[in-house]
């Protein structure tokens, strides 16, 4: 059964860690990644009529981000079945009910100790699912450690984690 | 300018058509009511004349002249004919224009000034040709001077047309002209010079502004260009100066062999270094003027590459070390082959991986590489002292070294080589970097695909 995953991101390559972490720490099923992320949407008319979901998401995503999603369907090729990104525009509890159930997922993944992006109008996803009354999906933790390497390019972090699998001397 | 000058002269001769062949119809459609609405009252009067001359007495004249205002020169005929058509009776009716009338029903015409109406009446045994002519006030007198009125107007319109046409071409034209002459002043000599943008305005402004920035570009150009060679000849110079030295040294007084083998070696290796030098400087130049010529490119595993490339970085110098993360490897392997020369691929990226490793205190180049849909993505990245922000524009001239790197041995010849290896394969270098933190490299080259 193909599993249907909400990662939490922030349109960083930065945040594709988080991807990578579960993508290489779980088993071998086949899965859907829905890159979630959170946007105030707020109450004004102009917001309500004029907001457009595509729009939007490819405003929030740039050619870096999109080469990272783009390595790690190839590097993951028969494992990820499809990947793309998607909103969530209230922290409401009903909102959030509904998002989940609606979009049928069957997994979530909350890292520890990752700091998202704070941009205008955005919201922590991770915090927000955490603070949750409701009963959620199966929750995958994955464990996203310290990086210690000083970044330059906005791919390094998305490469130069932790320890190289491959490498020779 | 001669196009131009047509179009204008095209645009010229269309208004003026349209202006003469709207005068035309407005006269025309004039003219038309002006003699239709006078035949109808012509018609009308006919037939009252009809009525009475047939029907009537001859004392009843004067009543439809109570109620119709008569005509200019009106004048009532009755001409009476037979059946061969010839006249038998004629009462004012000029015979002349019999044969312009028809004997057989209403007619309407016109004899120089004046309008005629006529119409067949049949008593028994007896044809009539009843009529009335008059002269049309409306069209001898306000048509003519409505035609009068339109001709003037007309040629003033056209006067009107020509001038403002050829004012609004001298309008567009001049500053046209302005850019020309100054664009005539800019030469080798003084391409500091610059077009004054703020002068223009509109389209004119933009195509100022464009011509401002190629000339930045040709300006910078120019000046690398002048120091390549200022570079050039100096870093030519140095080991040819040394050999120079040495032999004037060696044969200034009589020396021993050993002098002599010595004095020999060191000449022998600062000729290897000029070799090295100009062989560098001979690849940088192929692989920058090169470009339009396709090589012979093969499908390569950039792997496969990457690996070879470090090999030589280790054959060059041992205590360099390189980690590399081929962790984001793609499953299909198709996705690692790009379109390339090998030898040159191997070059490049070896020059950048030794230049990583050199600057860096720990000697320690990290590589990296990833596929995505179109292409493959090679990171190098080091821990070394990096390059000050605002020398990062001059790191791909020729010879550029950046001004922390005393202390290394370099040419600075090999990112430049590079930069043109990668360009010559469609592909992308980009440097970024923070000074005495270090180095990231990143190489973007697009993948092999069959068809192309």
């Known amino acids: ?169 | 300018m001669r196009n131009y000058n047509k179009t204008l002269y095209a645009l010229i001769t269309i208004l003026v058509v349209y202006t003469v062949s709207f005068v035309a119809f407005i006269l025309y459609s004039v003219t038309n009511f002006a003699f239709s609405d006078f035949y109808k009252r012509l018609d009308l009067r006919r037939d009252l004349a009809a009525e009475r001359m047939l029907n009537g007495k001859e004392t009843q004249k004067d009543w439809s002249i109570t109620y119709l205002e008569e005509l200019n020169n009106q004048r009532e005929f009755i001409v009476e004919f037979d059946e061969k058509g010839d006249i038998v009776n004629n009462s004012g009716f000029n015979a002349l224009l019999w044969e312009k009338i028809d004997k057989r029903g209403a007619t309407n015409f016109k004899e120089g000034n004046t309008f005629y109406s006529t119409k067949l009446y049949q008593q028994p045994g007896k044809n009539y040709i009843v009529g009335v002519s008059a002269e049309n006030y409306f069209y001898t007198h306000h048509l003519r001077y409505l035609q009068n009125l339109l001709l003037i107007s007309l040629i003033l319109g056209v006067l009107f047309v020509i001038v403002v046409s050829l004012l609004v071409k001298r309008s567009f034209i001049q500053p046209i002209y302005g850019i020309i002459d100054e664009v005539k002043k800019i030469g080798s000599e003084n391409l500091y010079l610059r077009l004054r943008e703020d002068k223009y305005k509109g389209v004119l402004h933009k195509l100022a502004n464009t011509f401002n920035r190629m000339l930045n570009r040709v300006e910078t150009s120019f000046e690398t260009q002048k120091n390549f060679i200022s570079n050039a000849s100096h870093e030519l110079n140095t080991p040819l100066t040394s050999i120079i030295g040495i032999a004037d040294l060696s044969l200034s007084k009589d020396r021993s062999k050993e002098e002599y083998q010595q004095a020999m070696q060191k000449i022998v290796d600062s000729a290897e270094n000029l070799e090295k030098k100009t062989n560098a400087l001979l690849m940088l130049a192929r692989t920058g003027y090169e470009k339009d010529t396709k090589l012979n490119f093969k499908p390569v595993r950039i792997d496969q590459i990457i690996m070879d490339a470090e090999m030589t970085v280790k054959a060059i110098n041992e205590r360099f070390h390189i980690k590399t993360d081929f962790s984001m490897l793609p499953d299909d392997s198709m996705k690692l082959k790009v379109n390339g020369l090998a030898p040159l691929l191997q070059l490049a990226i070896s020059n950048i991986v030794s230049n990583a490793c050199k600057y860096s205190p720990n000697h320690t180049a990290y590589v990296a590489l990833g596929a995505f849909d179109k292409g493959v993505i090679i990171l190098i990245k080091d821990e070394g002292i990096g390059i000050p922000e605002q020398e990062l524009s001059y790191i791909y001239d020729p010879y550029f070294r950046a001004s922390n790197t005393q202390h290394f041995s370099g040419y600075g010849i090999g990112l430049p080589l590079a930069r043109n290896i990668i360009k010559m394969h469609d592909g992308n270098l980009s440097v970024t970097s923070t000074l005495g933190k270090g180095t990231t490299v990143r190489i973007e080259l697009p993948t092999y695909s069959p068809i192309s």
């Open chain 1, 1 to 169: 059964m193909i599993q249907r995953v909400l990662v939490p991101t922030d349109f960083t390559v930065n945040s594709l860690r988080i991807v990578l972490e579960y993508l290489e720490n779980n088993n071998d099923e086949q899965v859907e990644l829905v890159l979630v992320y959170g946007y105030k949407l707020g109450e004004s008319i102009s917001m309500l009529l004029g907001f457009t979901l595509d729009d939007h998401l490819a405003e929030m995503q740039n050619d870096d981000f999109l080469k990272g999603c783009e390595i790690i369907k190839s590097r993951f090729k028969d494992k990820v079945v499809e990947m793309y990104a998607d909103c969530m525009i209230s922290k409401n509890t009903r909102y959030v009910r509904n998002y989940l159930k609606g979009r049928q997922f069957t997994q979530i993944v909350l890292p520890d100790a990752f700091e998202f992006q704070n941009v205008e109008h955005t919201f922590d996803v991770v915090e927000l699912l955490r603070t949750q009354p409701l009963p959620l999906p199966q929750v995958i933790p994955v464990a996203m450690g310290e990086d210690e390497m000083s970044r330059h390019d906005t791919l390094d972090s998305f490469f130069f984690r932790k320890k190289w699998r491959f490498s020779y001397e």
